[in-house]
């Protein structure tokens, strides 16, 4: 016998059906036709798509717990465990940002951040969340396009790269670059682990400089 249909349910099945599929897959019609209900039930549970999609969020935030002593550490942790969310959900990235998640679990995320900020001047609090937010979607939104461009076209990034040498060989030779052929002649190429985490330590960096003005 089926379990009772309930929100958590009807929640976990939108997720699954997102990790398959992306947001395309996710309807209410799909939905219940994967719990095997028909669709109206579903309004005895929910209102609509927007508030089903603001659940998913709100059920992965579940997964986003900041821990670490003193708000350098917790920052952090906040950056690279939503980070890993949007890497196991690729979806989250297309929901991030925008008006603030109010749902239990993103506001037990948020208080353990501001928590940690609590030798910060109150005024400084939001905006050093919010820069911080700035960074890790921005971040986390690139290289979920990323990914998505190798499926689409079948080219990891480096032979992506490999397809447009020729093309930046002939482009720098002209001499109209030239601070751009030296970085990538000459830069260190870093995976994108590196590349956050070094993002992340100018964010953490630049905000520790002004907060103790």
């Not at 350098?72 to 690279?80: F, G, K, N, Q, T």
């Not at 989250?92 to 109010?102: E, S, T, V, W």
């Not at 060989?169 to 995976?191: C, I, N, S, W």
Request: proline fraction near 4%; glycine fraction near 8%; charge should be negative.
């Amino acid at each position: 016998m089926p379990a009772p249909l309930s929100r958590e349910r009807i929640v976990r099945a939108a997720i699954q059906l997102a990790d398959a599929d992306g947001l395309d897959a996710v309807s209410l019609r799909k939905v219940a036709t994967a719990l095997d209900v028909r669709p109206m039930r579903l309004y005895g549970y929910i209102a609509g798509k927007e508030e089903l999609l603001d659940l998913m969020v709100d059920a992965v935030h579940a997964e986003i717990r900041p821990v670490g002593d003193g708000w350098r550490e917790v920052l952090r942790s906040l950056a690279e465990a939503t980070r890993h969310a949007a890497h196991e959900h690729e979806w989250l990235a297309d929901l991030l940002g925008g008006r603030p998640q109010l749902g239990p679990h993103a506001l037990a995320t948020g208080e353990a951040v501001v928590a940690a900020l609590d030798d910060v001047d109150v005024d400084a609090i939001m905006p050093v969340v919010a820069a911080m937010n700035a960074y890790v979607i921005g971040a986390v939104r690139r290289e979920i396009a990323e990914r998505r461009a190798e499926r689409a076209t079948g080219m990891d990034e480096k032979r992506w790269q490999a397809s447009l040498g020729p093309y930046l060989e002939r482009t720098f030779a002209t001499g109209r670059f030239p601070a751009l052929a030296t970085v990538v002649r000459d830069a260190a190429h870093l995976d994108a682990d590196h590349t956050f985490r070094i993002g992340l330590d100018c964010m953490l960096d630049g905000i520790e400089a002004r907060i103790s003005r």
